[in-house]
């Protein structure tokens, strides 16, 4: 199935934003995700094994629509297209990632913290932005601000959002879907805690915007 942007969207709400070190722990904790009702997931290039993990994720639940994330450089472009990702995340935007994120043709999310880098990457041609760090760079009442005078762009923040806050983002006009490590946290994928990983995807699964 070819994955369009308008496909993530709809199929997302909280996505499990996920650092990942281990390939052995990619298929429990991909079962335990979708156990829990969730259909998209961003896997963070933060780790060595980050894209053996991607692709190990996909083939134990092909059904998973999978990103990689913290994408930097057009040869992580490459690397993650390869491993088998089904949209790309960036933290940010350069003169450089632009054409090979546009090129891919994949869906992206590409990183903005502020008004100016939103209407630039609008206007480079994406049309659905992370907004990163969330909290750090505003949060819901910057969000709520730039509303007004940016009303067609939309938005997914991303960046120490809390199972209770996500609620109130999703609420926003201007967010299509938040990304949230509370979900499967480092340490709870750690010990291999699959029960309160699918309880907190049940959780987050039932959140809409």
Same mark, same amino acid.
């Given at each position: 199935?070819? $994955?369009?942007?308008?496909?993530?969207?709809?199929?997302? !709400?909280?996505? /499990?934003? =996920?650092?990942?070190?281990?390939?052995?722990?990619?298929?429990?904790?991909?079962?335990?995700?979708?156990?829990?009702?969730?259909?998209?997931?961003?896997?963070?290039?933060?780790? /060595?094994? &980050?894209?053996?993990?991607?692709?190990?994720?996909?083939?134990?639940?092909?059904? =998973?629509?999978?990103?990689?994330?913290?994408?930097?450089?057009?040869?992580?472009? &490459? *690397? &993650?297209?390869?491993? +088998?990702?089904?949209?790309?995340? !960036?933290?940010? =935007?350069?003169?450089?990632?632009?054409?090979? =994120?546009? +090129? !891919? +043709?994949?869906?992206?999310?590409?990183?903005?913290?502020?008004?100016?880098?939103?209407?630039?990457?609008?206007?480079?041609?994406?049309?659905?932005?992370?907004?990163? /760090?969330?909290?750090?760079?505003?949060?819901?009442?910057?969000?709520?601000?730039? &509303?007004?005078?940016?009303? *067609?762009?939309?938005?997914?923040?991303?960046?120490?959002?809390?199972?209770?806050?996500?609620?109130?983002?999703?609420?926003?006009?201007?967010?299509?879907?938040?990304? +949230? !490590? #509370?979900?499967?946290?480092?340490?709870?994928?750690?010990?291999?805690? #699959?029960?309160? $990983?699918?309880?907190?995807?049940?959780?987050?699964?039932?959140?809409?915007?």
């Amino acid at each position: 199935m070819t $994955i369009t942007l308008e496909t993530l969207v709809r199929a997302a !709400s909280v996505i /499990p934003v =996920l650092t990942v070190g281990d390939v052995a722990k990619a298929a429990p904790l991909a079962r335990a995700l979708k156990a829990g009702g969730l259909r998209v997931i961003e896997m963070t290039m933060r780790t /060595p094994a &980050a894209l053996d993990v991607l692709t190990a994720m996909k083939s134990a639940e092909p059904d =998973l629509i999978i990103g990689m994330g913290t994408i930097r450089t057009p040869e992580q472009v &490459a *690397d &993650a297209m390869a491993a +088998g990702a089904d949209f790309l995340v !960036s933290p940010g =935007l350069s003169p450089e990632l632009i054409p090979a =994120l546009l +090129g !891919s +043709g994949l869906p992206v999310l590409p990183g903005v913290a502020t008004a100016g880098e939103a209407m630039s990457a609008v206007e480079a041609g994406f049309d659905v932005l992370k907004f990163f /760090p969330a909290e750090q760079a505003g949060g819901r009442p910057y969000l709520k601000s730039i &509303a007004g005078p940016l009303p *067609d762009i939309r938005f997914c923040p991303t960046g120490s959002i809390t199972r209770e806050m996500a609620p109130d983002y999703l609420a926003l006009p201007n967010v299509v879907c938040v990304g +949230g !490590s #509370w979900i499967a946290t480092g340490a709870m994928i750690e010990a291999g805690d #699959w029960d309160a $990983i699918t309880a907190n995807a049940a959780a987050a699964a039932a959140m809409k915007a």
